[in-house]
């Protein structure tokens, strides 16, 4: 492995300027990795199942009272997150830490069974889909009702007191009209009052929201948001939440965490991460949002490309290959050589295409990644030539910056890249940022 | 109004009091009642709308791609030709000939078993059947080119792609045969936000390499803002609004324009704003305008009569009676225009 790890900060993003900090959960160093199973030839050759690192050492604490933004892109792990939060992902390393009001600290990534069971009633979660998460035969009482008759902590008549009383606090009022009603009859909006109204019945101290207001209509997504806002005040709540959307991010959250692949790349306060965006991917992202406002249009230098394949990570930093301010040393490797072919091939003539196509050959000796690769069969000279074409046409093009060496070897040439570094979350002015561009704290 | 009656000779696609409904439990949906527009030659027209609003069911019906039981009436012509009166046959060699469309979900719409190549080939083969192996190969590796994907992997498999490529090559696929229009429904819905900006603004190019007139399908009015030239607000199976996108979202006429542009959580955003209430039932919609219920700026006649058509100073046309008395063209009297005493609406009811 050419990457070399670099150490980390104990809980980054919470401004250790601030002193003592009340966290109610902690994450430390989590990681949820998933094994791929192979084929049945795969493991009868004994040949190494592929392990996706949905999550990958995250660290960071959701503080008593705040709302946690959690951001990224589908495949960025903000999912998995979640659902290890609750003890629904196991984690395969690291830990997570409920630090309840009252009682002892527990350990949710050690909690089995009952126990776990138990931890529901303190942390509840808010999902998607709201049509997904109701149950199509039971009535909003039952539903709303469900987490009561679970824990057995009401008989029946006090459990109908205190869901109608769950009802009319998530603005279902009156709740007489609601309680008989299916899930079939309520719009979307009701329909996720309904499923907040579940998750807060048992008087819960941390909420997960899980893209609570991504399948609403646009007319109704403010007030969902409002309603979320008004129960943390009253109930005393924290909120993770967790979504794709840095506009709705921008103004619910207190702090947000920027997640790619697995990994936290930037996190601090919000005014601070839309204020002055430092990671090139928020940067990104923040330029990608098309606003209804004619006079302002979408950057013209986006990332390219999609998130990569979390089991096959890129070497060095995962964003590189999409970076439009990648340096030297930020994991430059044999796959990105083939995009950059594949670009390059996008862009010429079908004969051209066919000429260069048979002096490279195949592709497939570029798919492993390595910083040391041999590239063609057609003789030294000509592979070099295509390369000198592919640059010429976008010299700006970070790779070539990786680039350490182009030797003649075989019958085509072989490319070495400089060796790349993995950042870790660093002190940054406010916040705490994993790249390169950013070293060391320079005392904003 | 001069423009409505007389369409631009330009336009690819005019319809005129166009309804669309379907059979419910409760009697005849009406999701479309009586739209008139038109796509020009090779612009990019935005239709926008709450769930429900008949948007979808709209970009179908132009298509002619509605379920069993469902009608359409008044009049539609594409490429001067009456769509209506058609029969399947011809209708069906108009699609994908001269009209496409493009989903939200492209897995669904590639066959898994074929290779990229394949799907090309036989698009190409069903509507133009004479062209040659190579000619076939040339013009879907040039489609391929324009939205981004390698000729390297012009013979993989669907599932070898990512969404964000899967989508490209369905719009790839559509524009092969060079359609006059295509309807795109919610095209990047399911992308992440930098995929869906590369999409988007790939639209343009493609429009110019192809000359392709489009009905962009979205709730997302920040992809209209980037990607429109023209804007058409729908609301309850009515265009309220329709205009030249810069204009509408700088001076939204109709008051539920204003009112979604403002419910919009943007970068901008420092106060939550909604509409009240939810849309109404397409089975039995209020009488007068149907945002009346919900409207902030509602008056008495907005209950009593259906505004119509103006086209206003800055060149949208509105259906809405407010627009109308601010622009001093009302004509209304006193009573009329007195604010409308609405019925509270519940917080919980909503969209």
């Known amino acids: ?444 | 109004m001069s423009a409505l009656q007389h369409p631009a000779s330009d336009a690819v696609v005019t319809a005129r009091d166009l309804r669309v409904w379907y059979a419910g439990p409760k009697g005849p949906v009406r999701a479309v009642d009586g739209v008139t527009f038109e796509v020009r030659k090779g612009e990019i027209l935005g239709l926008v709308g709450e769930s429900g609003c008949g948007k979808s069911t709209l970009g179908r019906g132009l298509l002619g791609l509605l379920p069993e039981g469902a009608a359409r009436d008044g009049s539609l012509v594409v490429g001067g030709r009456d769509v209506l009166s058609m029969s399947a046959k011809e209708a069906r060699r108009l699609r994908g000939g001269e009209l496409g469309m493009i989903f939200q979900e492209p897995l669904t719409r590639l066959n898994p078993l074929m290779r990229v190549s394949d799907h090309f080939a036989e698009t190409l083969k069903v509507h133009e059947p004479r062209l040659p192996r190579k000619e076939i190969e040339r013009r879907s590796l040039e489609a391929l080119r324009v939205v981004g994907i390698p000729p390297t992997r012009f013979r993989a498999y669907p599932h070898e792609f990512s969404g964000g490529m899967r989508q490209r090559i369905m719009i790839a696929l559509t524009l092969v045969v060079r359609p006059a229009f295509v309807v795109a429904d919610e095209p990047t819905t399911a992308l992440d936000v930098l995929v869906e900006a590369q999409i988007i603004r790939n639209l343009h190019t493609l429009r110019a390499e192809f000359d392709t007139a489009m009905l962009l399908i979205t709730h997302n009015l920040g992809i209209v803002a980037e990607a429109c030239d023209r804007v058409a607000v729908m609301y309850a199976g009515r265009i309220v609004e329709i205009g030249d996108a810069r204009e509408v979202f700088r001076n939204p006429q109709h008051s539920y324009t204003r009112e979604l542009l403002r419910s919009t959580i943007s970068l901008e955003t420092d106060g939550l704003h909604y509409i009240d209430g939810a849309p109404p039932d397409l089975v039995a919609p209020p009488p007068g305008c149907r945002f009346h219920p919900r409207c902030p700026d509602a008056m008495v006649v907005c209950a009593q009569r259906t505004p119509a058509d103006k086209v206003l100073a800055g060149g949208s046309r509105v259906a809405c009676w407010a627009a109308e008395e601010r622009a001093g063209v009302s004509g209304l009297g006193p009573h009329e225009s007195a604010p409308l005493e609405r019925e509270e609406i519940g917080v919980a009811d909503e969209a």
């Open chain 1, 1 to 444: 492995m050419p990457t070399k790890p670099d150490l980390t900060l104990d809980r980054p993003g919470d401004g250790a300027a601030d002193g003592v900090v009340d966290t109610v959960v902690e994450l430390d160093d989590l990681s949820v990795h998933y094994q791929l199973a192979g084929g049945a030839l795969a493991r009868l050759f004994g040949l190494g199942a592929r392990t996706v690192k949905a999550v990958d050492g995250v660290t960071l604490g959701l503080r008593r009272g705040e709302v946690l933004g959690v951001v990224g892109e589908s495949g960025s792990g903000k999912t998995t997150l979640g659902r290890a939060l609750l003890g629904l992902a196991p984690a395969t390393a690291g830990s997570i830490t409920y630090r309840p009001r009252e009682g002892r600290p527990r350990i949710v990534s050690e909690l089995r069974g009952a126990a776990l069971r138990r931890l529901r009633t303190d942390l509840q979660m808010v999902f998607q889909d709201p049509s997904a998460a109701l149950n199509p035969s039971m009535t909003i009482a039952d539903a709303v009702g469900d987490p009561l008759r679970i824990h057995g902590v009401a008989k029946a008549p006090e459990r109908r007191r205190l869901v109608a009383e769950a009802l009319e606090r998530v603005g279902l009022t009156p709740a007489d009209r609601f309680l008989g009603k299916y899930p079939s009859d309520l719009s979307g909006g009701q329909k996720q009052r309904v499923v907040i109204a579940r998750a807060i019945i048992l008087d819960p101290e941390v909420l997960i929201a899980d893209e609570p207001i991504s399948m609403l209509d646009m007319s109704v997504r403010a007030k969902i948001l409002e309603l979320m806002l008004g129960l943390k005040d009253d109930l005393g709540l924290s909120y993770v939440y967790i979504t794709h959307d840095l506009a709705s991010a921008k103004f619910f959250c207190d702090r947000i965490a920027i997640m790619y692949l697995g990994r936290v790349v930037e996190i601090g306060p919000t005014a601070e991460i839309f204020a002055h965006p430092r990671h090139p991917y928020t940067q990104a992202l923040l330029a990608a949002i098309p606003e209804p406002d004619p006079d302002r249009a979408v950057a013209r230098d986006l990332p390219r490309g999609e998130i990569p394949d979390a089991a096959a990570p890129p070497l060095g930093c995962s964003f590189h290959p999409r970076c439009p301010q990648a340096t030297p040393t930020c994991g430059w490797e044999s796959r990105d050589l083939r995009a950059l072919l594949e670009e390059h091939w996008t862009r010429v003539h079908p004969d051209q295409y066919a000429a260069e196509r048979a002096v490279i050959g195949d592709l497939g000796g570029l798919d492993a990644p390595v910083t040391s690769v041999e590239l063609g069969t057609g003789g030294a000279q000509k592979v070099r030539s295509i390369l000198d074409r592919a640059r010429a046409e976008n010299a700006e093009e970070p790779l070539w910056q990786g680039v350490e060496a182009v030797e003649d070897a075989g019958s085509g040439v072989r490319v070495r890249f400089h060796p790349g570094v993995d950042p870790a979350l660093r002190r940054a002015g406010g916040v705490d940022v994993a790249c390169v561009l950013y070293p060391e704290d320079a005392g904003e």
